[in-house]
C-alpha cells in the first residue's frame, strides 16, 4: 500500500505542474505527450480507496467491530491527520506570503490564486471547506476535509456491514451516492452537496469490501480474476481517455471515479491474495515504499514547495511551455520529495512516533533536557 500511496501523491503533483504551464483545463493545451497528467483527481480517488481498505483490515480480523471502540477510533484518527494538516496550513500561509505572482490558473489546482485570510485559515483549520466557501491557502486540501468527514461514517458503514453483509452495504451505499448525485445535479436546492463529492463515500466502501479478502480468503482463483478484471477495466478506460480527451473525460468523473475505485479495489484485493510475489514487487521497490511512508506530507505540501520552484527557479528563465514543463519537472519532483521528507521528519514523524499530544510533549522535553547537559567528560 505504500508504494500505491506513493505513486499516487506524485502523480497528483506532477498533474498540477502540468496545470502550472497549461492552463486550458479540462482540455489539454500541451503536446499529446503529457495529455496523461490531466486526470490528478485520480490520484485523490485512489486514496480514499486506499483509505477505506486500510482502515477495514482491523475490524474484518475483530468481527467487524472497532478495537478500543469509536472514541478510540476518531482520537487516533484525528491524532494522525490534523496535527500535520495545520502545520501544512501554517506553511501554505507563510509561503503564500513570499510569493507575488499567481501561479497556477484552474482554481483545484494548487497555491497562489486568492490571497491568504482569516476566515480561509480557520474554515480550513476546522476542515470545513467542502461546506463552507471560503479562499483557499492550498487547493490540494479539498479533499483532506472531504475523507475527514467520512470517517464518522465509518462506525456506521461497519455495523451494517456486520448486521447486512457485504453485499447489501455495497450495494446500499451505491445507491445511496447514485440518488444524492441525481438530486444535487436535478435540483438546484441540493446542487451543494456536489462539493462533498459523494462518490467518495462509495469508493471509501469498495475500499473496505476490498480488504476482507484478509480476513476471509478467497478460492485459489479469486486473485488471478481480480487482477484480470482490474488490468482489463484500466485498459478500457485508458483507451476511452485516450479517444475522447480530457475535455469530454473530466466532466463525467462521478461515474469515472466509481469505476476507478471498483477496479483500485480489485487491483488491491488481488495483490493481496496473490501466490506470486512478481506483480507486488512492482509497488515495492525501495524508493517508492520510503515515499509512501511520507505520502501524506507528500500530498500536503507539494503545492507550496511547487510554488517556490515556480516562481524563482523556472519564471526567471522566461522558457516556452515545452522548456518550462520539463525544468518544473526536473527541478520541482525532487524539491517536493526532498521538501516533504522533511516536514514529515517534522510534523508527521512524531505524530506517528507519539500517539497523543502529552507523549509528544513528554519526547520534546527529554529532548530539550538532554541537548542542555553537557557531555561527559572522559578519564
Not at 68 to 79: D, H, L, P, T, V
Not at 361 to 379: C, D, F, M, N, Y
Request: contains cysteine; hydrophobic residues 55%.
Amino acid at each position: 500500500m505504500d508504494g500505491i500511496r506513493a505513486v499516487a501523491a506524485l502523480y497528483v503533483a506532477l498533474h498540477h505542474m502540468w496545470l502550472g504551464v497549461w492552463q486550458g483545463y479540462p482540455a489539454n493545451d500541451g503536446p499529446w505527450w503529457v495529455g496523461w497528467l490531466a486526470y490528478g483527481h485520480l490520484g485523490v480517488a485512489v486514496f480514499i480507496v486506499l483509505s477505506g481498505f486500510s482502515l477495514a483490515i482491523e475490524p474484518g480480523r475483530n468481527d467487524q467491530r472497532l478495537v478500543g471502540g469509536a472514541r478510540r477510533f476518531f482520537r487516533r484518527r484525528a491524532w494522525r491527520i490534523v496535527p500535520t494538516y495545520w502545520a501544512a496550513i501554517a506553511l501554505s500561509c507563510l509561503l503564500l506570503l513570499v510569493r507575488d505572482e499567481k501561479i497556477l490558473g484552474h482554481d483545484g489546482a494548487v497555491l497562489g490564486e486568492q490571497p491568504v485570510t482569516l476566515k480561509g485559515v480557520i474554515v480550513h483549520g476546522l476542515l470545513l471547506q467542502d461546506v463552507i466557501g471560503s479562499e483557499s491557502p492550498n487547493g490540494a486540501f479539498w479533499s483532506i476535509a472531504i475523507e475527514w468527514q467520512i470517517y464518522f461514517l465509518f462506525p456506521i458503514l461497519l455495523v451494517l456491514l456486520r448486521r447486512t453483509g457485504l453485499a447489501v452495504l455495497v450495494a446500499s451505499v451505491t445507491a445511496l451516492v447514485l440518488a444524492t448525485q441525481l438530486l444535487a445535479v436535478n435540483v438546484a436546492l441540493f446542487e451543494p452537496l456536489l462539493n462533498l463529492v459523494p462518490q467518495f463515500l462509495a469508493l471509501f466502501v469498495f475500499g473496505m469490501a476490498g480488504a476482507q479478502v484478509l480476513s476471509r480468503p478467497p478460492g485459489a482463483r479469486f486473485a488471478p480474476l481480480a487482477l484480470a478484471t482490474a488490468g482489463l477495466g484500466a485498459a478500457v478506460l485508458v483507451a476511452w481517455f485516450w479517444a475522447a480527451g480530457s475535455a469530454a473525460v473530466i466532466p463525467r468523473y462521478f461515474w469515472i471515479d466509481l469505476a476507478v475505485g471498483a477496479l483500485t479495489a480489485l487491483l488491491l484485493a488481488g495483490l493481496a491474495t496473490m501466490r506470486s510475489d512478481r506483480l507486488r514487487a512492482l509497488f515495492e521497490v525501495r524508493f517508492l515504499r520510503w515515499t509512501g511512508r511520507f505520502s501524506y506530507s507528500v500530498y500536503l505540501v507539494h503545492a507550496p514547495i511547487l510554488g517556490i520552484v515556480w516562481q524563482f527557479g523556472v519564471v526567471p528563465l522566461g522558457l516556452s511551455p515545452v522548456p518550462a514543463f520539463l525544468a518544473i519537472v526536473l527541478a520541482g519532483t525532487p524539491a517536493i520529495i526532498l521538501g516533504s521528507w522533511l516536514f514529515a521528519q517534522a510534523f508527521e514523524e512524531p505524530v506517528l512516533r507519539h500517539r497523543s499530544w502529552g507523549a509528544l510533549r513528554a519526547a520534546l522535553v527529554t529532548r530539550i533536557k538532554g541537548s542542555r547537559e553537557p557531555a561527559p567528560v572522559a578519564e
